[in-house]
């Protein structure tokens, strides 16, 4: 992973996991020490001491960690060459428009900076509002669209979509996603331009109606639904190898989808969020791990600003619903007050799957509650007797767990549509014997609840170079500059909720059309007799254009193909 503070090591190198099975990319992180004794006997000129170009065209392309030192006697004055933005702009045009800022090294002290990502930006009296943004204070480099949690979508197809029409996008439209209350929109999608047959990998793109091209929104690796409302062939799953200037190359049928189908030249491609024809939500698996090649859509955009403000991720998941008995400082020896060796039964609804009769006998000796894992114990029946109970298998799973001095019930869907009741049995009623209350004296049960925004225990959020952890379990990879995001160990079989700030100067990565780095240190004596000495140190893995979207966060997060229920692609390797 990219390097990310402390004191810069002399030589460091790694390797980066294959994007894609023919290819991998190597990173090298090698210290550069640069020194320049600034000659100002009878002029005080600023001298350039080191360039950046992400395109490659300068000594170096970007940096990691850089320190500017002043290694002599004289004082130093030192400018920093940045890409002016202001907010009555779209914060990435104008960006010809440098800023000098200007600071003062005396005799052995320096200066350290975290990353090439650096810019000045002007905050425009006279604009009061930017056209997608609240106000002004919102348009600031690191603001950019977004910021609210929202649900990430609904899916109507396996496609990434608001339930709508298509109706192709409208003169001088860009994004490929739309943010609006409350939903990620994605009605404009891209359209084909072309019928396309069972074996076509070359898809030409319909442009805009002002003639810009929508390939650029996409990236190779992304995984994309195929979607025809004039055939009756069912949606087919791609997958990105290759961006051309009106096409994209691409891998068809995956996951054994649309196998023998073609689709007419009105085709709609939207950008996936799940990876399987059966799957009617998007949710973690039951290892709580998620996968996505895009950041369901977000950040990409046809022009610039493109990518996501690293340091702006939150991601929120449901608390399963649950049912308590009602109950009051009960635990593992609190005898149940049922009979030994008796049997009892009782139902449960969990999620509306209609009730589903359990029965369990009692230990011939045991009749304490005991835990689910102490097998003897009146839980320990319960919860073997639920597990054999047809109906009660996946997410409509129930746990019977004691919870702060209380019986309680819970399913495993996290969904704010998950529910859970407590019913009569047919027979040798549960619900009235022993300690176990009457029906009508349970209470309601509580529903599927996303986490509360305050309580950061529980919210995934990203560390600004590409890292995520959730303090209550959960990690994994983001990209800022693809937005593809891999998740393990979060909530299982949970729905999501997401937030982040893209769309501006300051997300992604640095690349050249962006223009969001810093351009240049240049130096000078502050005293025409007596030249300075400027000491530059740096660490680079020699990120550039070409590799911005596989270093930007860390490591790239390349094919999908990990076994299990997640369903990933079956063709294409790599994977995080």
Known sequence: MA??????????????????????HIKVYENIVKSENVHSVGTLDFKEIISFQPDGTTELPTFNYMTIKNDGAQPAEVALVVPAHANGDNMIEDSNVSRNLVFFLMAGEEIRLPRTKMMDFTRDATATTLVGHASDDDCSPSSGNGGKFVVPFTVAGNILQKTGTYTGNASGTTNATNWAAGTVDTNTQVQVSEAIDATETNLTLESTADATNQHPMFKVNDLLWIEDDATSDENELIQVTGVN??????????????T???????????????????????????????????????????VQPKGIVPGSVAIKFVESAFNVLGLTNVNSMTSSGLTAGQTYKFKVNPNGAGDKEVTFTVNSVNTKLGTTSSGKGVLAQMQTAMDSTSGLEGTNRVIIHLKNGDIRFTTLKRSTSSSLSINNGSSANLLGAGIFPAVGDIPAYHPGVYTNDVNSNTILYDDGVGGLARGAGGSGLINYETGSISIKGAPPHSNMMISCA?????????????????????ARSTNKYRDVNVKVEIVTDYSDDTTADYFSGGEHIGLYNQPGETGGPSSGGGGV
């Open 3 to 24: 390097y990310s503070g402390g004191a810069p090591p002399v030589q460091v190198a790694g390797v980066a996991k294959a994007d894609s099975p023919a290819s991998s």
């Open 245 to 258: 200037t009106d096409s994209i190359d691409v891998i068809r049928h995956l996951n054994n989808t649309n």
């Open 260 to 302: 023998g189908g073609s689709f007419a030249d009105n085709a709609k491609i939207s950008f996936a969020c799940n990876y399987k024809a059966t799957d009617t939500e998007v949710k973690t698996d039951s290892r709580g791990n998620y996968f996505c090649t895009s950041f369901f859509g977000l950040g990409r955009n046809i």
């Open 502 to 522: 893209h769309s501006c100067s300051g997300a992604g990565t640095e690349t050249s059309d962006r223009v969001n780095f810093l351009r240049g240190v240049f």
